[in-house]
């Protein structure tokens, strides 16, 4: 199976602040790569797909890159609505692997 | 608006059996993967099953922790996923989330979540 890296598993940051997220996958898997939001005691959102493709209602400040194993998610000027839990996931094919997640807190 | 709705979890004893419904509605059914992802705070986020569509003869795909156990099933005329869980184990204990496969893949849609509990 591919295993996915994520750091920092934790992040404080201020509002107005730029954040960047990292994910590492044990092995190329392309431009396959999603990221999802988590907020406390809610499902999980889709933010970014293919890597960098932004999802359906998604801020612009939100933005992913990379491919084959290194990926980063980047969120620009920090709103007090974006602190939670991020997730990568890998799409190349099953099994579908998450990543540790990473929890980005108010500073 | 796109909605997926779970039922059906509960507590059960080990070696036990639970079936996991989720009706969707806001969208055409029929023509999306469909697929379960269960999260606890031991494994944190894991897929669990995946169903694709009639012109893929429904195909199946399930992570090997659950293979042989877990059976993912679909009615499309009732726009409806389910996940039978036979000899359940301490470890499925989590939040069972139904969620939409995109144009990939990747979860564009997730449930609320029910959670399965599974405890002597």
């Known amino acids: 199976d591919i295993q996915m890296t994520q750091s920092p598993a934790s992040l404080s940051a201020s509002v107005g602040e730029t954040v960047t997220i990292t994910c590492r996958a044990s092995?190329?898997?392309?431009?396959?790569l999603a990221w999802y939001q988590q907020k406390q005691g809610k499902s999980p959102q889709l933010l970014v797909y293919n890597a960098k493709t932004l999802a359906e209602g998604v801020p612009s400040r939100f933005s992913g890159s990379g491919s084959g194993t290194q990926f980063s998610l980047k969120i620009n000027s920090l709103q007090p609505e974006d602190f939670g839990s991020y997730y990568c996931q890998h799409h190349y094919g099953t099994p579908y692997t998450f990543g540790g997640g990473t929890k980005l807190e108010i500073k | 608006e796109v909605k997926l709705e779970e039922s059906g979890g509960g507590l059960v004893q080990p070696g036990g059996s639970m079936k996991l419904s989720c009706v969707a509605s806001?969208?055409?059914?029929?023509?999306?993967?469909m697929n379960w992802v269960r999260q606890s705070p031991e494994k944190g986020l894991e897929w669990v099953a995946e169903?694709?569509?009639?012109?893929?003869?429904?195909?199946?795909h399930y992570a090997e922790s659950v293979k042989g156990r877990f059976t993912i099933s679909r009615d499309d005329s009732k726009s409806s996923v389910y996940l039978q869980m036979n000899n359940l184990r301490a470890e499925d204990t989590g939040i069972y989330y139904c969620?939409?496969?995109?144009?990939?893949?990747?979860?564009?849609?997730w449930g609320q979540g029910t959670t399965l509990t599974v405890s002597s």
């Open positions: 806001g969208f055409t059914f029929s023509n999306y993967w």
């Open positions: 169903i694709r569509l009639k012109s893929n003869n429904y195909a199946t």
């Open positions: 969620t939409r496969g995109g144009l990939g893949p990747y979860f564009d849609y």
């Open positions: 092995e190329n898997i392309y431009s396959y």
